[in-house]
């Protein structure tokens, strides 16, 4: 049994030992504190030390060996025109000499985090992680670094928003863009309120904006026009995004259906405008597959409320009946993905074997333990 496995398990038994003694003298209650940091460190390491595996995380590397170069035999700061924030969090790990584990492992740190912080605000918080675990946790180990960055930014937005603390809400939505652009698609909440009416500002205003971000957009794809990146894209094809954008469909259906047990949650107009989102990304995934399932990612917030709260909107059906139903569908993805997918050893340490240092690198050399001698 693989270790993905074994630790949604654990969790898992958490879980249900938390849904049949649902008060505050329950243990998981209790300990909510040491519980949520013994799940931060073990996410945290096993995210964060992997060794040269596929998808994104090879070219990040890449990305991670130009810089050093240049910093060692030029001594200048220069990068292949990634994502600001992302850049100088590398900048940081190079100039103290690091290898690149170390920048990936602190990006999880933050990752997990935030995900940690985002699900205490709720009650069923371990719901969230397992989730998280099944659905996206294996999808942001592929190795999109700048993605999960940005997400860990994103979490702490909707959750500054939601409080009405605008200046600090923007300035996490600003790290998140600057993490990676894709996360642009959750700036509609700063013309939304999350109390009184909607809008803050008259129509002129929105079309104002949507000029300035149109501008916005032209500028950042002005190297490569907008036309030729989706004709890029248009060429890939993933299965995987088909039932996870299906599954986020769902998940809006869910809350149309039941959206007036929401209206009292402070971010009731979030979970509202994702969830038309969330409809619209599943019929793009049969056209640009690769799009649609990055932008969900930045959705996975909105996702993480409704399946925490939709339990309890069902009369006929016991809110347990409902979690445990979840549950089973989550851990069999994570059981078929990682024992029976053609693809997961390319993206996972399979089976923990590839931890670093333990093979000889598909990249043709050892990244762990790095030093200067190594990069000249």
Known sequence: MNFYIMIFLTIS???????????????????????ST???????????????????????????????NNFYNFEILQSQSLDLFYEY?????????????????LVSSILIFS???????????????????????????????????????????????????NLLSWIFLFLAVLSHKFAIVSAFLVFVRPRGKWFYFNKYFYIFSLLIFSYLLFKIF?????????????LEYSRGALYRTLAGAVCALLFFSKK?????????????????????????????STVSDRIMSYFLPCIFIILCVIPNAFTKIKPQFFKFGLIIILFSHLFIWTN?????????????????????????????GWG?????
């Open 372 to 376: 200067k001698a190594h990069m000249r």
């Open 89 to 105: 969090l590398s900048f940081f790990v190079i100039y103290l000499d690091l290898p690149f584990e170390v920048l990936n492992l």
């Open 260 to 288: 007036s047990f929401f209206k009292k949650r402070s971010d009731y107009r979030y979970i509202y405008l994702s969830s038309i989102i969330l409809l619209f990304l599943f019929p793009l995934s049969f056209l640009y």
């Open 222 to 234: 002005e190297q490569k026009s907008i036309d030729e990146y989706f004709k890029a894209y248009s």
């Open 13 to 35: 038994l958490m879980h249900c030992l938390y849904l049949y003694d649902y008060n505050e003298k329950n243990l998981i209650f209790k300990y909510k504190f040491s519980i």
């Open 38 to 68: 013994f799940i931060f460190l073990l996410l945290t390491l096993v995210l964060g030390l992997r060794h040269a595996i596929g998808s994104d995380y090879g070219g990040y590397m890449f990305d991670f060996i130009y810089m050093r």
């Open 340 to 368: 029976f997918s053609r693809q997961s050893y390319l993206y996972v340490p399979y089976k923990m074997i590839d931890y670093p240092g333990a093979i000889e690198s598909a990249y043709g050399f050892e990244t762990w």
């Open 115 to 165: 995900l940690i912080f985002f699900s205490n605000q709720e009650k069923d918080y371990l719901l969230i992680i397992l989730i998280f675990l099944s659905y996206y946790y294996l999808v942001l180990g592929m190795g999109y670094v700048r993605q999960g960055l940005s997400l860990s930014f994103l979490l702490i937005f909707i959750h500054l928003w939601r409080n009405e603390k």
